[in-house]
Every structure is written in C-alpha cells, then in structure tokens.
C-alpha cells in the first residue's frame, strides 16, 4: 500500500449515500481515460446514515477506492486532512461529495499542475449554483476579506476542487477549518498557484451541512491566520510594538507620581496606574517570547516551508 502512484482523489463525506455511487462512477468516468495510476479516497466523517456502507459496497467492484471511517463527525479540514495523509499519489485533487463538484473538470485541473508547472490549481465556481443570500453573498463577503487579510487575492476560497503537488501538502499543518486557507499557507513557501474556472451544480440529495453557522469559526481562522502572517519569523518583535508604547505611558505615569511625591501631593492614583501599565507591558512582551518558543518548537516554520516548493519565487497568481 506504500507503493507511490500518479493521482489521489480525495472526497470527505458526511451524510451521501444517495450521493455517494453517482459520485464514484463519475470520478471513474473524468479519471480512467487520463492513463493515470490513481487511486479514490472517500473519508467518512461520521455519517450517520448509511454512507460508510455504501462507500464499503463500492470497494467490492473498485480495487482503486478506498474508504477512510471516523467514528465521530470531526469536519472538513480534519477528513480532508486524513484523506491526505494517507494518500500515495504525486498529484492530489480535493472535492466535495455532494456532486456539486464536477469530476469531469478533474483531467483539465491536473493537466494544469502538471503542464503549467504550478503547485496547487485552484477552483473557481464563477458560475455557482446556491441560494443568493445565504450562501453566495456571504462568500464574496468572506473572499474579500481572505484576500484582504492573508494576501492572496483568490477568487472562491471555499471550493474544495483544487489541485496540489504531495510535495507540497503533506508537511502542510492543518488546523479547524484552515483548508480554505490553503493558498495563504503555501505563499509562505513562495508557491505558484494558479485559478480556474469550474463547473458547480445544484445539491442533488439532501440538503447543505454548512450554513451560516460557520462564520463564526472562519473568523477565528482568520484571525489565526493574520497573526502567523504577521509574526511568523519573530513573535517577540511583533509583540514588542504593543509593549514598548505601554512602558513608555507606564513610565510617564512613574514618573508623575514619583514628582508628586516629592512636592508632597497625592501620587498614589498614578503609581498605580504606572504598576498596572508597566505589567501590562511585561506581560505584553512575555507573551512574545512564548510564542517564539512556541515557533521555535511548533510546527509553522519558514524554514521548514521554503523547501516545500522547488522554485523558491514570490507567489505568482494567474487568473483566467
């Protein structure tokens, strides 16, 4: 099972049965013609109905599928996250499971990668089909403020069809709902990513497990993300542009109540004062050094990033 391929498909499911077996002959149809070695990846996130039986079944009549199972619903990022780490291809394509994803746009987001020498091809449902208020005009919303924040100005960073170099994603760190954060992260390591356009499809079976209810969390990430941004090769520095303006009110506030007291006037509301801000300061400066500590032992490190990627250029972004 260690033997490397061509190409892994990678497919988190979370309530699909009905979904599941059109989505498997689909992908078989877009992938088989392409003369890869390949290999499908269903990752069950706890379903709770019977989509991990029907991914089973599949695996009969498919020796190129194989099904991962969570014993709980974890979400996304974390199924996605598992599909990738076991995965044996080069080449690595994510996609939903809920058919809104075409496969057919499979064959032309690798030929991209391969061909164009990019990292990762990203997708871009220019053409979506979801409900207006509560799902289109959110994400234009968060997409702005993603691109605004991180950088990289991608078009739909909720699409899940992208395509990525193993090289690439299997030293990448994955957190809550960071998958959409994907391109930010490999910016980092100066990788070329490139957008096109995809097809996107009404939801066939059931009904949407994501809704405004997230929003909450991508903000959190996103949040997450700006600071590693900003303070990735040295947190106490970022953190010493707080302290330094709270030690110098600390001290004008020292320094008012210590020549109040010498003139015998009250100075016991400004030396508290100054205590507060000086700990203030300390406490400031010292949360710069843990997190130094923690990115001298954790897992986000320039360094470990910049080998990721052959070409060690700026991030080249190219839109068609």
Request: aromatic share 8%; with cysteine; proline share 4%.
């Amino acid at each position: 099972m260690s033997d490397i391929i061509d190409l892994s498909i990678i497919v988190p499911l979370y309530n699909e049965e009905d979904s599941v077996p059109v989505l498997h002959a689909k992908i078989r149809e877009a992938v088989e013609p392409m003369g890869l070695r390949h290999e499908i990846i269903f990752v069950n996130d706890g379903s709770k109905d019977n989509t991990l039986e029907v991914a089973k079944g599949l695996t009969r009549i498919d020796p190129s599928l194989r099904v991962i199972e969570f014993r709980k619903n974890y979400g996304q990022t974390p199924a996605m996250a598992a599909g990738i780490d076991e995965a044996r291809g080069n080449v690595l394509v994510t996609m939903d499971g809920d058919l809104q994803n075409d496969p057919s746009d499979v064959p032309m987001l690798v030929n991209t990668l391969l061909e164009e020498n990019y990292d990762i091809v990203v997708g871009w449902r220019h053409q979506r089909e979801d409900k207006l208020i509560t799902r289109k005009i959110p994400s234009r919303i968060a997409n702005w403020i993603i691109g605004k924040v991180t950088g990289v100005p991608i078009k739909d960073n909720g699409c899940s069809l992208k395509a990525y170099r193993a090289a690439v994603m299997k030293s990448l760190p994955f957190y809550s709902e960071m998958h959409r954060f994907i391109p930010a992260l490999l910016s980092l390591s100066g990788a070329r990513v490139k957008q096109v356009k995809v097809k996107h499809h009404a939801r066939q079976f059931g009904e949407s497990k994501y809704g405004l209810s997230r929003v909450y969390k991508v903000i959190f990430d996103l949040l997450m993300m700006k600071s590693i941004l900003s303070m990735l090769t040295h947190p106490v520095r970022f953190f010493a542009k707080f302290s330094l303006p709270v030690f110098a009110l600390g001290l004008f506030a020292f320094g008012y109540g210590l020549h109040a007291q010498l003139h015998d006037t009250a100075a016991m509301v400004s030396m508290t004062i100054a205590v507060i801000l000086l700990s203030l300061g300390a406490f400031i400066l010292a949360l710069g050094f843990i997190c130094e500590l923690i990115y001298d032992k954790g897992d986000i490190k320039i360094k470990e990033l910049a080998p990721l990627t052959v070409r060690m250029q700026s991030l080249t972004h190219s839109i068609e």
